[in-house]
C-alpha cells in the first residue's frame, strides 16, 4: 500500500466527508449490507471505534471551520433495487432509524448533507452544484473520505472526488468494510493510476484554523 502521509487541512483547502455511517450499518437492529446481514451485538462493537475515530475527525474539523459533509443514504423504495432486485423492504427507508445517521454524528448547522439513493454520492444528486459553491478549484482543495463501506459506498464517493482532480485522502483507521473488501480497495488506490488518492492516519490529519496554509502542506514534496 502507499505510504501513510500527514494532511494539513484548514478551512480554504479541505472539506470532511463521512459517508453511511447510519444505523443500519452501526447499529444492533439494522440490517446492515447486502453480503454482512442484519447487525449483530459483535459487529456493532466492532464498529464503535470506527465511530468514534470518525466523531474526533468531525469535531476537530468543526473546531476549525473546516466544512463537514455528510452523504447519507436513503431508499424510496421505488428504486430497481427493490422493484426488480429484491432488497429488504425495510432496508434505507427514507425517514425511518435505519437511515439515519448515527447519534454519535448528528449534522450540526453548517454541516452539509447529501441524500443519495444508490452507493454513487454523485449520480443523481445535488452535490456537484453544492461543491460548486463551496469549492472554486478542486486541485488545490483536499477531500478527506471517511466512513464505509470502503469497498462499496465510501469507495465510490473517493473515486467521484478523484474524478473531479481533488487531492482525495483516506483515513485508513476512519473507514470501514469487510477485511477482504478493505484490503483491495486500498490497494486499488495505492496503485499509480491514482496519484492525487493518498492514505493517511487519523492522528495524522492535522486541521487548523489558518486559511494560508495551502495544498501544498498534504504531502512532502507536492
Known amino acids: 500500500m502507499k505510504q501513510l502521509h500527514p494532511v494539513q487541512a484548514n478551512p480554504a ?35 464503535a471505534p470506527k465511530v468514534r475515530v ?9 473546531a476549525s471551520r473546516v466544512q463537514v459533509m455528510y452523504v447519507q443514504s436513503v431508499r424510496t423504495h421505488q428504486e430497481p433495487d427493490f422493484t426488480v432486485f429484491n432488497y429488504s423492504p425495510r ?14 454524528l448528528k449534522p450540526q448547522e453548517g454541516d452539509v448533507v447529501i ?3 444508490c452507493h454513487d454520492p454523485f449520480h443523481r444528486t445535488n452535490i456537484d452544484q453544492v461543491l460548486a459553491r463551496l469549492v472554486p478549484d478542486p486541485t488545490r482543495h483536499i477531500a478527506i473520505v471517511t466512513g464505509g463501506g470502503i469497498n462499496v459506498c465510501a469507495y465510490h464517493a473517493v ?18 468494510g469487510n477485511e477482504e473488501g478493505t484490503r483491495l480497495a486500498l490497494e486499488q488506490f495505492s496503485g499509480a493510476a491514482y496519484p492525487n488518492i493518498f492514505l493517511s492516519r487519523s492522528d495524522l490529519v492535522q486541521f487548523s484554523g489558518d486559511r494560508e496554509a495551502g495544498v501544498r502542506d498534504l504531502v512532502p514534496n507536492t
Open 115 to 117: 441524500q443519495k439513493f
Open 54 to 62: 470518525i466523531q474526533g475527525l468531525v469535531e476537530k474539523a468543526r
Open 13 to 47: 483547502n479541505a472539506l470532511l466527508v463521512v459517508v453511511d455511517v447510519q444505523n443500519e450499518f452501526a447499529k444492533v437492529g439494522g440490517l446492515g449490507g447486502a453480503a454482512s446481514g442484519p447487525v449483530t451485538a459483535a459487529m456493532a462493537r466492532a464498529m
Open 159 to 176: 473515486m467521484g472526488f478523484y474524478f473531479r482532480n481533488y487531492w482525495t485522502v483516506v483515513p485508513v483507521d476512519a473507514v470501514y
Open 91 to 104: 432496508y434505507l427507508k427514507v425517514g425511518s432509524w435505519g437511515a439515519q445517521i448515527v447519534d454519535e
